[in-house]
């Protein structure tokens, strides 16, 4: 029979002797109980292990944790945050729930308030997860939160996801880094029967190799140093949901032949433990790296390759699908404006244009975090082409230490000149010269004068119009 993974709390406590007999309580009620001494470590916790509950205080010292509720919320969206009190005041209570809690309540004095605050919290997590299913059941298709494409490539990403969701077939998310392949698995989990149970991500590269085990299947205590209680590992955690395997081209081999049990048996055993622990959950992983080609230099199993890849989705590169960065631009500046309260910008141009031919090797991600800057260091409400860094200038900066190309001489005349003319006279010359050898296209004249077209056809429009030859005919 399965092993039901036991809710796991993470508990952010007011005072070391508070959180202590805050756990022993819960423990005591079988849940899984971590505590954290601060916000900085429950974000780590929060990162390395998902949690159904977070019990938070409202006061840390004489810091309030209003900004690491904001932030949790933001970043674990499906966790339940209760914030305690020790002086509860109405305000407060109206801003704790403003920046996302479920609820704020006096710090509970006795082990029965503590269990009702908890068990008023499950029971919001389950009418939530239900109200989702509800709504997941009249969903349009290929509505995939956070998933931006309409090229054909992403709309087959979208036809696969739909199309395998509703099954329990492993998925092998295949893509370059930054691609948004943890997107991909979130979306193939949250349109799938198992959506109302936990999805438990973990970064198989993240984690040093002599951690992993201890990290995917538990411990019991005692089972090395360190292993002062028994810890539930993250294939509990996701006890009849799904588990999303990161980066699984960098597992060691020894944990490939347990993850092949798993997926052969859906059981396990814990480090140091012999209790079998059978699992009902869906394994979807995910790699940047060629894996066919590890399996022939003997870096992969094959077997477990082959486990692993029943139903491949290869998630494009963003240089693959420049019809898309447009569509991407838009929504990450909607979704900046939005969350994290940045005027509402638009991009000149021209820096869309620069956006659309930039081959991107950081893909999605590096295209999302170049807006952000742009959005908080751009001056007014347009976006333009002097706050783009120099590697997507057509104009690249020389090499430091690299010596100035020399200008042919120049003589200044003896009664001197007017500087300004006489640039835009030398300017309109080399224009009408440029349009002459590219017959008038202005795309390749713009490429003759190392310059981007949308910017020639601005210094036309400045130079009113200017005379050149095309062929045999004269053209304005």
């Known amino acids: 029979m399965a092993s039901t993974a036991p809710i796991s709390i993470l508990l952010v406590a007011r005072t070391k002797a508070q959180g202590k007999a805050f756990q022993k309580w819960l423990e005591g009620r079988g849940f899984a109980v971590s505590v954290a001494a601060d916000p900085d470590q429950a974000l780590t916790l929060a990162d390395q292990s998902y949690f159904d509950l977070v019990l938070l205080a409202d006061r840390l010292g004489s810091k309030s944790t209003g900004p690491f509720l904001e932030r949790l919320v933001e970043l674990f969206p499906e966790t339940v945050v209760t914030v305690f009190s020790d002086q509860p005041q109405a305000e407060a209570a109206v801003v ?6 479920f609820n704020y309540l006096a710090t509970p004095e006795s082990h029965e308030e503590l269990l009702e605050a908890v068990e008023a919290a499950l029971e919001h997590r389950r009418q939530r997860r239900s109200r989702a299913r509800r709504l997941h059941q009249g969903s349009i298709i290929y509505d995939v939160e956070n998933l931006v494409g309409q090229s054909r490539a992403m709309q087959e990403v979208f036809r696969l996801i739909h199309k395998v969701a509703p099954t329990d077939s492993t998925v092998l998310i295949l893509g370059e880094s930054g691609t948004g392949k943890e997107l991909v698995a979130r979306a193939i989990h949250h349109h799938s029967h198992r959506r109302e149970f936990p999805l438990v991500p973990v970064n198989c590269g993240a984690i040093p190799s002599e951690l992993l085990e201890s990290e995917l299947f538990g411990h019991e205590r005692g089972a090395f140093t360190g292993a002062v209680r028994s810890r539930v590992g993250r294939f509990e955690l996701a006890q009849g949901g799904t588990i999303f395997l990161d980066e699984i081209g960098d597992m060691p081999p020894l944990l490939q032949v347990k993850i092949l049990r798993v997926l052969q048996e859906h059981a396990f055993e814990r480090v140091g433990g012999t209790r079998t622990i059978e699992v009902d959950l869906r394994i979807v992983a995910a790699t940047n790296q060629d894996l066919a080609s590890r399996v022939e230099s003997g870096e992969f199993r094959e077997d477990l390759y082959y486990r692993l890849n029943v139903v491949p989705i290869m998630v494009p590169p963003l240089r693959q699908r420049r019809s898309d960065i447009p569509l991407l631009c838009q929504f990450f500046l909607d979704r900046l404006a939005q969350q994290k309260g940045l005027e509402l910008k638009e991009l000149h141009p021209e820096v869309a244009e620069r956006l659309v031919r930039y081959d991107w090797p950081g893909n999605v991600r590096e295209l999302e975090n170049l807006l952000e800057r742009l959005v908080v260091l751009a001056e007014g409400e347009v976006i333009g082409p002097e706050s783009l860094p120099p590697k997507m200038l057509d104009e690249a900066p020389l090499p430091e230490g690299e010596p100035e190309e020399e200008l042919p001489a120049l003589e200044l005349p003896p009664g001197g000149l007017n500087l300004k003319h006489a640039l835009e006279q030398i300017e309109r010359r080399l224009i009408a010269q440029a349009l002459e050898q590219a017959g008038g296209v202005k795309a390749q004249a713009a490429s003759l004068l190392g310059l981007n077209r949308t ?20 053209e304005k």
């Not at 704790?96 to 809690?101: I, S």
């Not at 130079?463 to 004269?474: A, D, F, H, T, V």
């Open 96 to 101: 704790a729930l403003h920046q996302g809690a």
């Open 455 to 474: 910017t020639l056809v601005q210094k036309l429009k400045k130079l009113g119009g200017l005379r050149y030859r095309s062929g045999n005919r004269s």
